[in-house]
């Protein structure tokens, strides 16, 4: 069974300081890796994606992830936070091999103080 | 940018009742899932529907739930009997394609809270 580890609860970070958020996973064969973002009273959100191709993924408001085989982890990082990143980042998986649901973690706040 | 709705935004009910948690999904999607999250919990995925009927469904989602497409554009998830243990965020996805590729839109969701 495919499974997402998102090892923190909430990670804190001062404006303009680098951020990560980690992401590891387990799946069968190879991995469709995403990240998401939820903003208070909204739904998730999608920022970026990995699928095949260069390990570095670059996505919305300046987010990118790097795609890790043999750690199998997918962090979520930006080079210079910002307050209004706050929000809650869901990291997700699917089995590249068939068709399979898309299993989330569950979730790592992120806060940014000015 | 088109988005999925989901209506009403919080659902409060009494064990035993039936609900009916209502979606939009963008209007040239073919594929509709629902995911819960349980407060402090991973969103767990319940259901996909894709040309009328279910396409893949979890052990979540037992006899007691059941989904329609009533119209051409509502996307339903009923509750036959509810339980304290269906208290939880649901939250309706919609996508053009269902190839894993594919990235999910989410609406904002539906917090149920059974008494």
């Known amino acids: 069974a495919q499974s997402v580890a998102q090892p923190e609860d909430q990670v804190n970070v001062a404006e303009g300081n680098p951020l990560t958020v980690k992401c590891t996973y387990s799946v069968s064969g190879n991995p469709y890796l995403f990240w998401y973002v939820q903003y208070p009273n909204r739904g998730l959100q999608f920022l970026l994606k990995?699928?095949?191709?260069?390990?570095l993924v670059k996505g919305s408001y300046g987010f990118e992830a790097e795609f890790n085989k043999s750690q199998t982890s997918f962090h979520l990082k930006k080079p210079s936070a910002l307050v209004s990143d706050s929000a809650l980042y869901f990291c997700a998986v699917r089995d590249a091999s068939g068709y399979s649901t898309l299993t989330f973690g569950k979730g790592t706040m992120l806060l940014v103080s000015p | 940018e088109p988005e999925v709705t989901q209506t009403p935004s919080h659902q409060v009910t009494q064990m035993g009742q039936e609900v009916i948690l209502r979606c939009v999904p963008i209007?040239?999607?073919?594929?509709f899932y629902w995911y819960r999250q349980i407060l402090g919990q991973k969103v767990e995925f319940l259901v996909s529907f894709y040309n009328n009927e279910i396409s893949e469904k979890s052990e979540i989602f037992d006899d007691q739930f059941s989904v329609e497409r009533p119209d051409g554009s509502n996307f339903t998830l009923k509750i036959r009997s509810t339980k304290l243990e269906d208290s939880a965020m649901y939250f309706c996805a919609s996508s053009q394609g269902g190839s894993g590729r594919e990235k999910l839109f989410f609406g904002s969701g539906t917090q149920l809270s059974v008494l």
């Open positions: 209007s040239n999607h073919l594929y």
């Open positions: 990995y699928i095949t191709g260069d390990n």
